[in-house]
């Protein structure tokens, strides 16, 4: 069985860190394209940061560009995102998810992805 599981979230103040972890079972990361994704209450879901096995490209939203990393450790077949300098606008529950191909979408599109974790909810607020 196929699945992903995140966890990390949490609560912590405006300008802390969190890192989180998105744990594969059933397949290998190694060949996958893996994103992180966010959906904040009342909103759609919202690509944070992608990490391609084209080039090893990373990709990310300009809202987190300087302040998020994503990283793999195809050993641990898991794919983390470091989060440096939080706001409250981070809040949202965060979503790993995996696709082997684009099939001509975008990183950042939900529709790209097959494989989906149940998210790890992270509040950012004093």
């Known amino acids: 069985q196929l699945q992903l599981v995140e966890s990390g979230g949490g609560l912590v103040q405006p300008g802390g860190s969190l890192k989180l972890s998105c744990a594969a079972s059933g397949f290998s990361l190694e060949f996958y394209h893996v994103a992180w994704f966010r959906q904040a209450p009342g909103k759609e879901h919202e690509g944070v940061s992608c990490?391609?096995?084209?080039?090893?490209?990373?990709l990310y939203a300009e809202s987190v560009q300087g302040r998020f990393t994503i990283s793999r450790d195809d050993v641990k077949n898991t794919v983390y995102l470091e989060m440096n300098s939080l706001k409250p606008e981070d809040t949202a529950v965060y979503y790993c998810?995996?696709?082997?191909?684009?099939?001509?979408?975008?990183?950042?599109?939900?529709?790209?992805?097959?494989?989906w974790g149940q998210g790890t909810r992270v509040t950012v607020s004093s």
């Open positions: 990490d391609s096995v084209t080039d090893g490209e990373r």
């Open positions: 998810a995996a696709t082997r191909q684009w099939y001509g979408r975008t990183w950042n599109d939900v529709h790209s992805y097959g494989h």
